[in-house]
């Protein structure tokens, strides 16, 4: 079936998340105690609230995007590209622009979304973010209703685990045992919400998340059993 997929039917995206708020200080109150029962389970009794803030951009309550990158294959007179962007910056405007490109470019029943894990965080990440922002959801985010097979997401780690629920593959690891170029090649995830706050080099985090972006759509043709993308084939726009 995988093999089926028309690539030109397929946005791959990938989203770089950190806290709302720089410290656990800047919080109100209210919020300070909404983000100790949330994370009390998680963190348990080795760290305090504080302490375990830094690891608050992994959940949409209390995280926002600081950017989506997004690919997207072409075929012209037989010869492949990959384009690859990426909205970054202030939430909503991204949140809107990425909206935008869903309604206007892929909005399609065939048109589909990609990500590795992105139906457990991604996709419903994004999702809640455009909601707390008051910003309708693009009918490609919007599961309300839809049976299983209608939901029109890939996920790289579902495909891998070919049934076994309980198999979870980080992406860097999956692209190391299938001889794709690791994207993990300056900083990693553990890494962004300092690179953002205290470096201050969004640029770098962009980076990042265009190459995981690249490596998915990798992933996805080493599934297919295809010729890898080479950097000739590569776009930024």
Known sequence: MI?????????????????EEKTFSSLTEERKKLWEDKSKYQRKEEFTAEEFYD?????????????ISVGFFKFKNEIRSFR??????????????????LESHFYKPHHLLCAHNGKEFDFPYIARRLIIHNIPLPGKLDLFGKKPWEVPHLDTLELWKFGDYKHYTSLKLLTNVLGIPSPKQDIDGSEVRDVYYIDRQLGRIVSYCER???????????????????DTEIVSV
């Open 3 to 19: 093999h089926k997929l028309n690539l030109e039917h397929i946005l791959f995206l990938d989203i770089e998340t950190v806290p």
């Open 55 to 67: 690891r608050a951009g992994i959940w949409a309550e209390f995280g926002k995007i600081i950017c």
């Open 84 to 101: 690859i962007t990426t909205f970054q910056g202030e939430e909503e405007k991204l949140l809107k622009d990425f909206s935008l490109l």
């Open 212 to 230: 995981d972006v690249l490596a998915i759509a990798q992933v996805l043709l080493k599934m297919r059993q295809e010729e890898l993308l080479l």
